[in-house]
């Protein structure tokens, strides 16, 4: 069974640069898409970085790109996401989720970790 283990959330001062990590110890990384997610309080979850294993294509929402680095190591089996320059905006619960199709990952991938939460103070 596949299961997500997402790390390194927690209360960060604006401007800030925490880096979380999703550590996915039961999949072969091959062509499997990792990616992160977020939901602020009230609103739905929203996709925020995506990475394809095999060739490291990456996308990004728009409201993170240039901020935010979406990176995987093969060998840990673990996918991080570089935050900087973090506003009050970026306040979330973050998910990491797997999808071995071979697509990205969508809302109905079927691997999803249980979420970290970052709360940027402002």
């Known amino acids: 069974d596949v299961q997500l283990q997402a790390s390194g959330g927690g209360l960060v001062q604006a401007g800030g640069s925490p880096r979380l990590s999703c550590a996915v110890p039961?999949?072969?990384?091959?062509?499997?898409?990792i990616a992160w997610f977020r939901q602020a309080p009230g609103k739905e979850r929203e996709g925020v970085a995506c990475i394809v294993s095999d060739n490291d294509d990456t996308v990004y929402s728009d409201s993170v790109k240039g901020r935010f680095t979406i990176a995987s190591d093969n060998a840990k089996n673990t996918v991080y996401l570089q935050m900087n320059s973090l506003k009050s905006e970026d306040t979330a619960v973050y998910y990491c989720?797997?999808?071995?199709?071979?697509?990205?990952?969508?809302?109905?991938?079927?691997?999803w970790g249980q979420g970290t939460l970052v709360t940027v103070s402002s």
């Open positions: 989720a797997a999808d071995p199709s071979g697509g990205y990952v969508v809302l109905s991938s079927p691997y």
């Open positions: 039961g999949l072969t990384f091959g062509n499997s898409a």
